[in-house]
Structures are given as C-alpha cells and as structure tokens.
C-alpha cells in the first residue's frame, strides 16, 4: 500500500472512535496527547476508557454505532472486535473524512505508525500495515539510540534556532551555527548548550 508521511495538526478536531475496548484505549491516549476532541461510540466501554470519561477528557455516547455519529467528524476510527461493525463504519464515512479501520488496512485511508517521542521530537516507523509488529521492533531499538535527553536537546536547539535567527551574523555564519551545535557534545553537555545560549545573546539585532 502506497502512502504519504504526514505530520498532522488536530487539536481542538473532532474525532470519533468507534469500540470500548484496550485497542480502542490506546488509540484515544494518543489522540489525546494531540489535543484531539473525542467521542467514543460504544454500548460497554473498558475501566480505563471509562475514567477518561469522568474525567471529562472525552465524550462517551453509551449506544451502538449509527452512520450519524460520523457528521461532524475529521478523523474516524473503527476498533471493535467486530469484522462486520468495522466494515460498516468504514463504508459509512464521507469521502472527505480520514478512516483508520484497524483490522483492515486496506479499508483504511490512514494508518497510525509506531511512534518514539523525546519531547518535541517523534520518530514514526510505517510498514504501509504489512506489519505492525515489525515496526514496533524497530521504534524499540531506535528508542535506545534516541534515549530521554533527546527531548531536552531539541528544546536547546529550537531556543538557539531563535537566537541564531534573530542575531547580526549572516545567513552564511547562521548556517554554521545551526550546524555545529547538532553535533553530539552538544547534546552531552548543559555547558556546552549554556555557553553558546549566552555568547548568541550578545549578538542579538536590536534593530
């Protein structure tokens, strides 16, 4: 199956999730982590979909899925334990809303990929759904190449790009900068990171 990667914005997008259960669990947590609004449709939902519930991170409509549940949706996904309800929330979306089936990829127009986050920075491993597994393995060994000081890392070099961008070197310098500050001492050491942080602020354009 031929895909596009792509980094998608859906905070505040409604979202319907369609089964109660773990699957359906892991699907909300991450979507949740995006900021996504949610509405979880099933008659029985699991302990842990249910404390989301009371604590008013999502909405829950106790009652079987209707072809009307997915009006106002952007992103659709189908994660019962049901071949048949599935295929019929599949085949029930609008041709402009994003469906995840996750039983069947091919009834999917996306899929989620193994993901490795370190703050600001996501690592996303696909095997177009041949197979999940495999992609799982590898998000696992680059979880320790890619370990917690990454996220860090990222929000010194996102701090310095600011500072880079706004002193008085040119584009020429800034390049080199930006550059040389990837290299991995950086990351290895808050001296480093402060040091360069101070002598860029002292070449800030005032104008």
């Given at each position: 199956m031929?895909?596009y ?5 859906i905070?505040?997008k409604a ?7 773990l699957?359906?669990y892991?699907?909300?947590t991450?979507?949740l ?5 949610i509405t979880?449709?099933s008659p029985?939902?699991?302990?842990k979909?249910?404390?989301l ?21 952007l992103?659709v996904?189908?994660?019962t ?5 599935n295929?019929?929330?599949a ?19 996306f899929h ?9 920075l996501?690592?996303s ?11 799982k ?7 320790v ?10 929000e010194f070099?996102?701090?310095s790009?600011e ?6 070197f040119?584009?020429?310098?800034k390049?080199?900068l ?10 290895q050491?808050n001296?480093?990171q ?10 800030q354009?005032?104008s």
């Open positions: 031929k895909s990667p792509i980094m998608l914005n905070e505040g979202v319907v999730v369609v089964g109660g259960g699957i359906a892991r699907k909300i991450g979507l982590q995006a900021g996504a609004y979880v449709i029985v939902i699991h302990s979909i249910e404390q519930f009371i604590e008013n991170k999502i909405s829950w409509k106790n009652k079987l899925f209707e072809p009307v549940d997915l009006d106002s949706a992103i996904i189908a994660a334990n049901s071949e048949i309800v295929t019929f929330v085949s029930s979306a609008g041709k402009h809303q994003l469906v995840n089936i996750v039983d069947n990829p091919e009834l999917s127009t989620v990929p193994a993901k490795l986050t370190r703050g600001d996501t690592i491993v696909a095997t177009g759904g041949g197979s999940p597994t495999l992609s393995s590898i998000r696992d060994e680059l979880a190449i890619y370990d917690d000081t990454y996220g860090d890392y990222l070099l996102t701090l790009r500072k880079v961008k706004h002193s008085i040119d584009q020429t310098i390049t080199k930006l550059k040389a500050i990837t290299n991995d001492t950086y990351r050491s001296n480093m402060n040091a360069f942080l101070e002598l860029i602020s002292g070449y354009n005032m």
